[in-house]
């Protein structure tokens, strides 16, 4: 049998009542692999995550970063800083997905994120680079993307199921002006506290 390890950066596990199972939220600079039939929540604004599994064995997980590329010496800082670049976080996600027991052949994914919620920072793209950055990642990689909900101007909560490879995306289309400021500024762990609405896609 093969060495199905669970691999984690992310520590904040709950259970979820919605869908009556285990949960792991990610934050920026985080990432999580699993085995387990469990769901992986993040809140994406500008960021952007990658939902990657092995289709045949169903062991997933998902990345969240902030920007497409870092300084080549961030690598010797601790993962919760190097993964903050999509670089390094798409690198690690998919050597700790492989060391799980999952197959390079058998990957797939699905992306998300890359919003340009704050219409002050439009010049920035730094929504339009992050999504640039990993469909040429993965394109590179020959993973095959089969979902994805990228750019626009709305942060999402992505709820990524991956021993069945399922994911539901909720545009948050009613939040504060201060609120987004604050998510895209400090990345403030309270956005779930505010008031959303929109419609859940499945891919």
């Not at 984690?8 to 792991?24: G, H, P, R, S, W």
């Not at 599994?53 to 010496?73: K, Q, T, W, Y």
């Not at 798409?90 to 997905?97: A, F, G, P």
């Not at 052949?105 to 219409?119: C, D, M, Q, T």
Request: include cysteine; hydrophobic fraction near 35%.
């Amino acid at each position: 049998m093969a060495n199905l390890i669970e691999e984690q950066l992310a520590t904040n596990q709950y259970f979820d009542k919605t869908f009556n199972c285990d949960a792991v939220k990610i934050l920026p600079g985080e990432y999580y692999t699993t085995p387990r039939d469990l769901v992986i929540v993040t809140v994406l604004g500008s960021c952007v995550s990658a939902c990657i599994r092995d289709r045949v064995s169903g062991i997933g997980g998902m990345n969240h970063f902030m920007l497409p590329e870092g300084n080549p010496a961030d690598i010797n800082n601790p993962v919760s800083e190097s993964a903050r670049y999509g670089t390094y976080a798409m690198e690690v996600l998919i050597n700790q997905l492989l060391k799980s027991g999952a197959r390079r052949e058998n990957l797939e994914a699905k992306i998300f994120g890359g919003g340009n919620v704050l219409s002050g920072f439009s010049s920035i793209n730094i929504g339009e680079k992050n999504a640039a950055f990993v469909r040429k990642y993965l394109r590179d990689e020959n993973i095959r993307v089969v979902g994805e909900d990228l750019n626009d101007i709305y942060p999402r909560k992505v709820y990524f199921f991956p021993r069945t490879g399922r994911v539901l995306v909720k545009k948050l289309k009613q939040l504060h002006n201060n609120t987004l400021a604050s998510r895209e500024e400090s990345y403030a762990k309270k956005i779930n506290t505010s008031k959303v609405a929109g419609d859940v896609e499945l891919f």
